[in-house]
Structure formats: structure tokens, C-alpha cells
């Protein structure tokens, strides 16, 4: 992360320099689409993310650059004065959530810049929420919980983005720790620190390339069937209040008065909860081959029944497998970004130069590859 670029644009555009606060993306183990179904998630924070230096300027405004982008917006914090430009609006959102929270934010500057790739299903959009969310909180005292720093970097997605995500990714960069993934229970919100060192694998993310677009109405989609299969169950199963609660028997109940795409939606979220879960014991025994057998299983469900993998990261599984890669899936939302991958160590060499040769030989453009590092959440550096 290059702290004396953002140093040097900080300065250029706003004078002497501020504090400096970071976010990490993250990585998910499993549990893909259960956040906003109230399942169970596997996710982690990694050592890439967001880097922004903030200093209180003694206006009403907030004066943003983004190092990245090279670009600057200027806008109040008032509902109506929302910036045009959408990386910006991440940060009012931000600061429109803590003022529906009671938080009294004043004027200030910030630049900022990311080492987590765009697009890639890493999170970066959580990792620049959480970042402004942190440091908002403590520059102010505000006094809000990271349970809450986490929900308002979700209610900013929902609100001024427009996607209608769950909390996995905010969660996430807000509570990562080095060497641990997280296992959230995304209902009640309780959590555990699971140790996540793989001794003789290695883990890795394959990027397809092919930019994922959330907001893309494809995924607030996937949320309403599950909604529609939920509203269906009810009539017989009142207590049933998301896809958490529901069983493959209720499924079956309600097969004929949801259209079959709804089926298949609900059939894979139901699975993939039960996956987690599995994962999670075979985890505790230092079992991978299991774990890995679920990731494929989850790539699986992924791209046959909930359609949110594509062509690329599809080849990419299949390239995995050939490689003899105990796990891999799409991850994140699909519709493009990363597969993750568990590889044995004496396999790794090979699956990656394989990867890369005949992904590109097929789609005439290099994937990207990044070892993954389990890293902390959000704090001040
Ligand atoms: C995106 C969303 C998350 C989660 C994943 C899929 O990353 O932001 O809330 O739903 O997709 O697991």
C-alpha cells in the first residue's frame, strides 16, 4: 500500500497531511449468498485494501480525491447535495448513515487509494466504507460499536449504491484478523475466529478478468427469489423468516407456486448453508479434502442453479480440477471476478502456469493471479 503517494496527493490538494486510516477487501472460504438469506459465511480479511489520510478542514464540506481515479468532487453532507461521481457518493453515504445514527460529522478533507483490485469480487467497495466508517467514528468519538460500523457500511450499499448486499463484506474488513477467518452467523451476528493455516496448501485467487457488476440488477434479483420462495413457505410455515429457517422439504412444498427459477435459486441456498456448515467441521479436523469438495460443490450450485457464474471462471474451475486443486469456486457475487483456490503446494507451480497458458489461449487475455494473506480489519495506522 503506498502510503507516501497518498501522502503526496494529500499535500498537493490540501495541505499538510492528516491521520491515516486502512480497510482491508476480503476473501470468502464458503458460504457464497447465505449473508442476506440470515446463513452462515467463512470470510477473511486480507492484506490489501483501502488507504485514506483525513483531516478536519473547518467547513461544512467534504473536499475528496481519488488518487486512484485522479479525480476530485466536492459536496456538502446534506441528503440533497449527493456527488455525481460514484466513488464518492460511497464516502457521503458513509456520512449520511452515521448522521441517521445521531453522529455529528463536520467538514474535512481526505484522498485516498486501494491496492484491492476493482471489480474482482475482493470487496473493495466494503473495504472504502469501512475505511471512512472507521476513521469517521474515531476522528469524531462517536462512540459507534463495529457491529454498527459494519451496518452502516451495509445500509450504504443499500441506500446510496443501490445494492442490496448482506453483511459479510463490511463485516469482514471491519473485524478481519491476522490468520483467521471469520465464521458469522448472519442473523444473530455472532461470530468466531476460526485459525485458518492450511499446512501443505496453499490458497489462491484466479481472476477472470471479467468485471462483475453488482449493481448490475442481477444480484438485488437473486435476493427477491429468495424473498419470493420465503413468502411462498410462509403460508404453511408462519415461523419461516428467511431461507435459514427452510428445509428441502418445505422446498418441495411450495415446487408449483414458484416459477422454477425461484426453485433453483432457493435449492442452492438451502444446500450451500448445509455446505458451510460441513465445511466448518471438516475445518476443525484439519480435514481439507472435505473442505474442498464443498468449494467445488458450492462452484457447482453456483453455476448451475443460482447463474451467477460465467464461461471464464467456469473454465478456470475446470482447469483446477484437472490440476488436482482439492477446492475451488467462483467467489464473492460472481457474474465475473475470482475463482478460490486450495492447492496443494507441490501442485501449485504447475496449476498456475497451467491457468495462465490456456486461459489465455482461450480468451485471448491473462488472468490475474494473487496469493492470498489473511490480514486484520479496519484501524488507524
Ligand atoms: C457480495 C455481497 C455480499 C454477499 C456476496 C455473496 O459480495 O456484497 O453481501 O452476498 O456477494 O456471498
Given at each position: ?7 503526496d496527493k ?16 476480503r476473501?470468502n ?6 449473508d ?29 480525491y ?10 456538502g453532507m ?10 464518492a ?5 458513509v ?13 474535512f ?13 475482493l ?11 472507521f476513521a ?27 445494492v442490496k448486499?448482506g ?9 478481519g ?10 442473523r444473530?451476528?455472532?461470530y468466531?475466529?476460526?485459525?485458518f ?11 477472470s ?12 434479483k ?5 424473498e419470493a420462495?420465503v413468502?411462498a413457505?410462509?403460508?404453511?410455515h ?30 442452492y ?6 455446505r ?5 467441521e ?29 464461461e471464464?471462471l467456469d ?15 467462483v ?35 491473462e ?7 489473511i490480514g486484520?480489519?479496519?484501524?488507524k495506522?
Amino acid at each position: 500500500m503506498n502510503k507516501d503517494l497518498v501522502t503526496d496527493k494529500f499535500v498537493e490538494h490540501f495541505g499538510e497531511a492528516g491521520d491515516f486510516y486502512f480497510s482491508p477487501g476480503r476473501v470468502n472460504l464458503i458460504g457464497e449468498h447465505t449473508d442476506y438469506n440470515g446463513g452462515f459465511v467463512l470470510p477473511g480479511a486480507i492484506d490489501k485494501g483501502m488507504l485514506a489520510c483525513i483531516k478536519v478542514n473547518g467547513t461544512d464540506k467534504i473536499r475528496a480525491y481519488s488518487v486512484d481515479l485522479n479525480e476530485y468532487a466536492e459536496f456538502g453532507m446534506k441528503e440533497e447535495e449527493a456527488p455525481a461521481q460514484s466513488w464518492a457518493r460511497y464516502i457521503f453515504g458513509v456520512v449520511r448513515e452515521i448522521a441517521k445514527r445521531g453522529g455529528v460529522v463536520k467538514g474535512f478533507d481526505t484522498a485516498f487509494s486501494g491496492d484491492v483490485p476493482l471489480g474482482a469480487g475482493l470487496s473493495s467497495s466494503a473495504a472504502l466504507e469501512s475505511t471512512y466508517a472507521f476513521a469517521l467514528n474515531d476522528m469524531f468519538s462517536l462512540g459507534i460499536d463495529k457491529f454498527e460500523l459494519a451496518k452502516i457500511g451495509q445500509a450504504t450499499e443499500h441506500n446510496y449504491i443501490g445494492v442490496k448486499c448482506g453483511i459479510m463484506d463490511q463485516f469482514a474488513s471491519v473485524f478481519g484478523k491476522t490468520g483467521h477467518l471469520i465464521r458469522l452467523d448472519c442473523r444473530s451476528l455472532e461470530y468466531e475466529y476460526v485459525p485458518f493455516n492450511p499446512v501443505g496448501y496453499k490458497v489462491v485467487l484466479i481472476d477472470s478478468v471479467v468485471k462483475h457488476e453488482l449493481a448490475s440488477s442481477a444480484y438485488n434479483k437473486r435476493r427477491e427469489s429468495c424473498e419470493a420462495v420465503v413468502k411462498a413457505m410462509q403460508k404453511r410455515h408462519p415461523e419461516v423468516e428467511l431461507l435459514r429457517d427452510a428445509d428441502m422439504t418445505m422446498l418441495a412444498e411450495v415446487k408449483d407456486e414458484v416459477s422454477a427459477e425461484d426453485y433453483m435459486r432457493a435449492e442452492y441456498v438451502i444446500e450451500e448453508i448445509q455446505r458451510l456448515l460441513d465445511a466448518c467441521e471438516a475445518l476443525k479436523k484439519g480435514d481439507y479434502k472435505t473442505v474442498g469438495e464443498k468449494m467445488y460443490g458450492t462452484h457447482e450450485g453456483m453455476s448451475k442453479l443460482y447463474e451467477v457464474s460465467c464461461e471464464e471462471l467456469d473454465f478456470l474451475n475446470d482447469v483446477a480440477k484437472k490440476c488436482g486443486v482439492i477446492g475451488s469456486r467462483v467467489m464473492g457475487g460472481g457474474f465475473g471476478g475470482c475463482t478460490i483456490n486450495l492447492v496443494p503446494e507441490e501442485k501449485y507451480d504447475a496449476f498456475i502456469e497451467t491457468a495462465v497458458k490456456e486461459f489465455t489461449a482461450k480468451f485471448g487475455k491473462e488472468p490475474k493471479v494473487y496469493p492470498v494473506k489473511i490480514g486484520d480489519g479496519s484501524r488507524k495506522l
